[in-house]
């Protein structure tokens, strides 16, 4: 079933017409030229593919019948990948990351989350990147040749500078972000005109459905005339028992009787 499932929600990103007996011509000029309907199609095709190439355990025969439509003509990848006896593999989730034209092939960088099964079991397997070679043909696009692996496009990033705010208002702002927000999820505009200084701030709800549960935190930067608060809320999706911690944004300024409130963002529908 998860199988099914997930070839019916990929096919449905994919709109790339037969690939039965795809030729590779020579490299086509129209590719380079139309970089970003050709890219998108063999990206497609790439994803389509990796789900295929990665899945093993129904044999040989079935898995030559499953390939066959993605390859190019002379290509065979049946025996690309082994698994040990007595289990199998599935990929329940495949992503294009990037494509990249190199002599007359389009490269196609592909992530590809897998799962194994022993003894009738699932277990979680691991998210590997793969570089697809793929080519046009008159028929479309087709792999030319065997997938190689590639190094996950993840990795520390230094986070951005915060500008820390004026000391005398960092108390403040926090305090008046967070009563902002308390304003916003209960809906209450006069509660929120009041942190406006009278005005009633520029502000987005929640998106539909969603029920926010209260702050639990809150992070100020900036400067005393942009002052930014990240106020951490907990909510839940329309008819969802989980909860997840979302942020909302906040922009204050300095003002004579402390930091007013001139928007709330929470993503969803403006006021």
Not at 80 to 91: E, K, L
Not at 92 to 110: F, I, K, Q, S
Not at 194 to 201: K, N, V
Request: no cysteine; aromatic share 4%; net charge neutral.
């Amino acid at each position: 079933m998860l199988r099914i499932v997930g070839r019916v929600v990929l096919w449905t990103l994919i709109a790339v017409g037969a690939l039965r007996g795809v030729t590779p011509d020579a490299p086509q000029p129209a590719v380079a030229a139309r970089p970003a309907v050709g890219h998108e199609q063999a990206a497609a095709v790439a994803a389509a593919f990796l789900r295929e190439y990665l899945t093993v355990g129904d044999g040989q025969a079935g898995r030559r019948a499953r390939l066959a439509p993605f390859l190019a003509a002379g290509v065979d990848l049946a025996d690309g990948v082994r698994i040990v006896p007595a289990s199998a593999q599935y990929v329940d989730e495949v992503l294009p990351a990037g494509v990249r034209l190199a002599d007359g092939t389009l490269e196609v960088t592909v992530l590809a989350h897998v799962l194994e099964v022993r003894a009738g079991q699932y277990r979680d397997g691991v998210t590997l990147a793969f570089v697809v070679p793929v080519v046009m043909g008159a028929g479309g696009f087709g792999v030319s040749g065997i997938p190689r692996p590639a190094s996950l496009p993840v990795g520390p990033v230094p986070a951005r500078a915060r500008v820390q705010p004026p000391p005398e208002l960092s108390g403040a702002a926090s305090a008046a972000a967070e009563r902002a927000v308390t304003a916003l999820l209960a809906g209450d505009r006069d509660g929120l005109a009041r942190l406006g200084d009278g005005d009633l701030p520029e502000a987005r709800a929640l998106p539909p459905g969603w029920r926010g549960h209260g702050a639990t935190g809150t992070e100020v930067s900036g400067p005393a005339d942009a002052l930014i608060a990240e106020v951490l809320v907990r909510a839940s999706p329309p008819g969802g028992g989980a909860s997840y911690l979302m942020p909302v944004r906040v922009w204050l300024v300095a003002g004579p009787g402390g930091p007013v409130v001139r928007r709330v963002d929470a993503g969803g529908t403006a006021w």
